[in-house]
């Protein structure tokens, strides 16, 4: 299996951490700089432009339905975490969610369908920040989590710390001295149960960075630490029961710290990238080769088939 990937000319020099791979024709992307970056060619050509009024802020993830419908997640303390949204690709943005909290700081978003999605931000006052939304984001319902561990918080590294699945269901996954855990939900955010994992939690720069399945059972989870990227020490974790328990694989690991993780149904394979390059496992997880040596934030694959990777300097 010759795997690859191939540069393409994305027109911006923006660090690059959101991405969506809406079909094999239409992507978008995020970064610093208030910026995001669309195809409707497959990456044949980017249009990247940024936010009017968002110049200061870094959009670290993006949720797109189609060409013209998208999601906007920027990080940063109290009111620098929003949510953007636009109807006319990008023509119009509207801020639909600021964070409340004045020392809150939003992590991820994802949505189940147009109308429905999910937002995840730091513990405050001890708790994991969650809102979720039934009607596209105009409105916004704050929902609750069992309690965080000290030190614990959530990765904002490539929109993947949060997934969510079918319907109703979502996992987000979190690091820090002590942590490193999954929380599940399957009533679309009401209620959630937590699971410890195998992953390092031995600093605040260690954890569970991403989370992915293949099915309602199958799923990965991948971190280590982001201070040390060629380090493979207990960087991945599996489930095969829907993330009730999460055990270490029996073979290699990842060959350093992985920021992102993604399952790609057409050719039944897993990739991981990071830092310090990508990896591929075909037996779900248990063992990865190392493909690319390039430093990549974020992966996605379309529901075709095809996958983009994004990264620093503007690196598509």
Do not use: M
Not at 92 to 113: C, E, M, T, V, Y
Not at 164 to 189: N, Q, Y
Request: aromatic fraction near 10%.
């Amino acid at each position: 299996l010759n795997l690859a990937w191939i540069a393409q000319q994305s027109g911006t020099t923006a660090s690059l951490r959101g991405l969506c791979a809406v079909s094999a024709s239409v992507v978008w992307a995020s970064g610093t700089h208030g910026t995001y970056l669309r195809t409707t060619d497959g990456g044949a050509t980017w249009r990247a432009t940024v936010v009017p009024g968002a110049e200061a802020l870094d959009f670290r993830d993006v949720y797109a339905v189609d060409a013209n419908t998208a999601c906007l997640l920027s990080i940063g303390t109290g009111p620098d975490s929003r949510v953007y949204r636009t109807h006319d690709a990008g023509a119009h943005w509207k801020q639909i969610l600021s964070n409340p909290d004045a020392r809150g700081f939003f992590d991820a978003l994802a949505f189940w369908n147009a109308r429905r999605g999910i937002v995840i931000g730091d513990p405050v006052d001890g708790e994991f920040a969650i809102f979720t939304t039934a009607n596209g984001g105009r409105t916004w319902q704050r929902r609750h989590a069992p309690p965080a561990l000290p030190g614990e918080g959530a990765f904002a590294a490539s929109g993947t710390c949060l997934l969510v699945r079918g319907t109703r269901e979502a996992w987000f996954a979190t690091g820090g001295p002590k942590a490193a855990r999954v929380f599940h939900s399957t009533d679309a955010g009401a209620t959630w149960t937590v699971a410890n994992t195998p992953v390092r939690n031995d600093s605040a720069s260690a954890g569970i960075f991403s989370i992915a399945f293949a099915d309602s059972r199958a799923g990965i989870a991948v971190g280590g630490d982001y201070n040390r990227p060629d380090d493979s020490q207990r960087n991945i974790a599996i489930t095969n029961d829907g993330g009730k328990t999460w055990r270490a694989p029996g073979g290699t690991p990842p060959s350093g710290f992985r920021s992102a993780v993604a399952y790609w149904p057409a050719q039944k394979i897993w990739i991981a990238t990071g830092t310090s390059g990508s990896d591929v496992s075909t037996d779900n997880g248990e063992n990865w080769r190392k493909f690319d040596s390039g430093n990549y934030n974020a992966i996605s694959f379309a529901p075709g088939g095809s996958g983009w990777a994004a990264g620093p300097n503007g690196r598509v």
